[in-house]
């Protein structure tokens, strides 16, 4: 559990390989994974990073449109409304870079 190692964990094998996350809470608490049934429990973690470090990391992460086969940090902004937040997919290649700028990770209640 991401919790408990905090740090993201490696894609479940036959899974989407990425691991999505939000910078907006908004998003995050209205997102609903079609694989879980809406009334199981639910868990919003907020992932507190070494801001130099992420910045460098998103200085070279790409726009989700036209990605396909780059092997990078994606980036969109579906269902975002503030312009300065946006939604990131990290690749198995970039868990080790993201995880190292893993400072702490807490619950967020709703």
Do not use: C, H, W
């Amino acid at each position: 559990m991401t919790l408990n190692t905090k740090s993201l964990q490696p894609p479940t094998p036959g899974s989407n390989s990425s691991k999505y996350l939000s910078e907006s809470l908004d998003k995050v608490a209205k997102f609903q994974n079609n694989g879980v049934t809406p009334e199981a429990d639910k868990t919003i973690l907020e992932f507190v990073l070494n801001k130099s470090g992420y910045k460098d990391l998103m200085s070279i992460a790409v726009d989700q449109i036209g990605s396909k086969g780059v092997d990078a940090v994606k980036i969109n902004y579906e269902g975002i409304s503030d312009p300065t937040l946006r939604n990131i997919g990290v690749p198995p290649s970039q868990l080790g870079a993201f995880n190292n700028l893993i400072q702490g990770v807490k619950e967020i209640d709703q």
